[in-house]
Nanobody
Framework: QVQLVESGGGLVQAGGSLRLSCAAS????????????MGWFRQAPGKEREFVAE????????VYADSVKGRFTISRDNAENMLYLQMNSQKTEDTAVYYC???????????????WGQGTQVTVSS
């Protein structure tokens, strides 16, 4: 069982930056966090949850949604069981609840992710 807790959300002006963190706890009886590919998703009011970024278990591979490419950076620290999302040059359309997620596979589809955090609100004002 993997438990995920996001933090770092808040209110930021357009053009500003925020860094989201996701702390993972993994039961000793299951695989370490480093065995999972991890990702960030977001959900705006009235919209479906959408993919933001994904990082492979060894951090060698990353993929980003076109809407955030060049502005957001996903990273991880397996030794600390942490996942991060650095968000720069933020736009009002980045406003959403952001979720971290873990998967045994490699997929940008929410339904393919097995583990989810509770989400953290990010609001970008104009």
């Amino acid at each position: 069982q993997v438990q995920l807790v996001e933090s770092g959300g808040g209110l930021v002006q357009a053009g500003g930056s925020l860094r989201l963190s996701c702390a993972a706890s993994v039961r000793a009886s299951v695989r370490a966090l480093s065995a999972y590919n991890m990702g960030w998703f977001r959900q705006a009011p009235g919209k479906e949850r959408e993919f933001v970024a994904e990082i492979s278990w060894d951090a060698r591979n990353t993929v980003y949604a076109d809407s955030v490419k060049g502005r957001f950076t996903i990273s991880r620290d397996n030794a600390e069981n942490m996942l991060y999302l650095q968000m720069n040059s933020q736009k009002t359309e980045d406003t959403a609840v952001y979720y971290c997620a873990g998967t045994n596979g490699w997929s940008q589809r929410p339904k393919d992710n097995n583990y989810w955090g509770q989400g953290t609100q990010v609001t970008v004002s104009s």
